[in-house]
Nanobody, 122 residues
Framework: QVQVVESGGGLVQAGESLRLSCTAS????????MGWFRQAPGKEREGVSC????????DYADSVKGRFTISRDNTKNTLYLQMNSLKPEDTAMYYC???????????????RGQGTQVTVSS
């Protein structure tokens, strides 16, 4: 059974940092490109970042470039998203996804988690 579980969300003030984690099981983690998506209330889901199976290539939405860093540890089947200099507009539900298209040409993902909420206050 495939499980994709996010953690690390929370409430922070603008300018602060958070690190999201995503642990996947029941799938060939080290074969898949992985990604993070987010969806704010009333807005469409958007791709935030992705990373290829070996970490050699990463892609970021323009809105987070220079502030967010994606990484992975294939020995732990875990994906990370380090988010620095957070802004109120980063407030959203963040979803981890497995087997994505990287670079983020579209929102395809074979598997998604249930999400973790990130709220940034001004």
């Amino acid at each position: 059974q495939v499980q994709v579980v996010e953690s690390g969300g929370g409430l922070v003030q603008a300018g602060e940092s958070l690190r999201l984690s995503c642990t996947a099981s029941g799938l060939p983690f080290d074969n898949y490109a992985m990604g993070w998506f987010r969806q704010a209330p009333g807005k469409e889901r958007e791709g935030v970042s992705c990373i290829t199976w070996n970490g050699a290539f990463t892609d970021y939405a323009d809105s987070v470039k220079g502030r967010f860093t994606i990484s992975r540890d294939n020995t732990k089947n875990t994906l990370y998203l380090q988010m620095n200099s957070l802004k109120p507009e980063d407030t959203a539900m963040y979803y981890c996804a497995a087997d994505v298209i990287c670079p983020l040409y579209n929102e395809y993902a074979r598997y998604r988690g249930q999400g973790t909420q990130v709220t940034v206050s001004s």
